[in-house]
């Protein structure tokens, strides 16, 4: 019971953390980016990617190590199987974002001025990832309360 409860709050404080960095890349990305600008850029991608991780790993723990219902309920759960759509499109909107972070993380290393002109499009990616995020709170705790999951 301890583990599996501890599991279930870093999962939920990974969610909050990684909303909050999102929102934060985007106001980021919509400022001025000059070298203050892009250090938050950077700091608040950091924390993003940090909480993606261990959402990810604790969300697997969770489904698939014998920690909660199991594999079978949530494979067979319709929001479930939605939720991780949203986390498929979370991660295919994050392929651009950050290949242009490491561009521009490696420019700067360089003493170069990065290409931001694409800036605008990342922080709407990461509006939308948050909105993603959002939604998949609600298909979540619509699980916890037995909704999507295929009749007996």
């Known amino acids: 019971m301890g583990l599996r409860w501890?599991?279930?709050?870093?999962?939920?404080?990974?969610?909050?953390?990684?909303?909050?960095?999102?929102?934060?890349?985007?106001?980021?990305?919509?400022?001025?980016?000059?070298?203050?600008?892009?250090?938050?850029?950077?700091?608040?991608?950091?924390?993003?990617?940090?909480?993606?991780?261990?959402?990810?790993?604790?969300?697997?723990?969770?489904?698939?190590?014998?920690?909660?219902?199991?594999?079978?309920?949530?494979?067979?759960?319709?929001?479930?199987?939605?939720?991780?759509?949203?986390?498929?499109?979370?991660?295919?909107?994050e392929l651009g974002p950050m290949m242009a972070l490491i561009r521009w993380r490696r420019a700067l290393a360089r003493g170069l001025a990065p290409e931001t002109g694409r800036a605008a499009a990342y922080a709407r990616a990461s509006l939308l990832q948050a909105a993603l995020v959002v939604l998949m709170v609600f298909l979540a705790t619509g699980m916890a309360r037995g909704l999507g999951a295929a009749p007996p």
């Open 6 to 93: 501890v599991l279930a709050a870093v999962h939920s404080l990974a969610l909050g953390i990684g909303l909050g960095a999102i929102w934060a890349r985007r106001r980021a990305l919509l400022g001025p980016l000059d070298a203050p600008g892009l250090r938050r850029v950077f700091y608040a991608d950091a924390w993003w990617g940090a909480s993606a991780g261990l959402w990810i790993a604790t969300g697997l723990l969770r489904a698939f190590a014998g920690f909660e219902k199991g594999a079978a309920y949530y494979l067979h759960n319709h929001l479930f199987l939605t939720k991780m759509a949203f986390l498929v499109a979370i991660l295919l909107l």
